[in-house]
């Protein structure tokens, strides 16, 4: 998580968090009922077992692989959510960016 520390003062919540590492909800859940945020890196459920990044592009949330990108929400309940962009970086290496 991004969370460095957290504070709190009369039943209110703050969070000092790494502002690069925040991604959007998609409104969408991978096959195990986990959220799916943009940032997040998904396996496809067909083909190589290779990290898909999850991005918001031209109004929409896509699978991105190299210069490829796909539509997120074709395949989003049969996928697996695998690590972050940011956690997980090196689930990306050899991948054209």
Do not use: M
């Given at each position: 998580m991004a969370v460095?520390?957290?504070?709190?003062e009369?039943?209110?919540?703050?969070?000092?968090v790494i502002p690069e590492t925040v991604g959007q909800f998609t409104?969408?859940?991978?096959?195990?009922?986990k959220e799916i945020?943009?940032?997040?890196l998904i396996e496809l459920p067909f083909g190589e077992k290779v990290a898909h990044e999850v991005i918001f592009r031209r109004g929409r949330f896509s699978l991105?692989?190299?210069?490829?990108?796909?539509?997120l929400c074709i395949y989003h309940n049969d996928s697996y959510i695998v690590g972050n962009i940011h956690d997980n970086p090196e689930l990306m290496k050899g991948v054209e960016q």
């Open positions: 460095a520390k957290c504070k709190r009369n039943n209110f919540a703050e969070f000092d409104g969408l859940h991978d096959k195990t009922g945020y943009e940032g997040d991105k692989r190299g210069d490829v990108s796909h539509a």
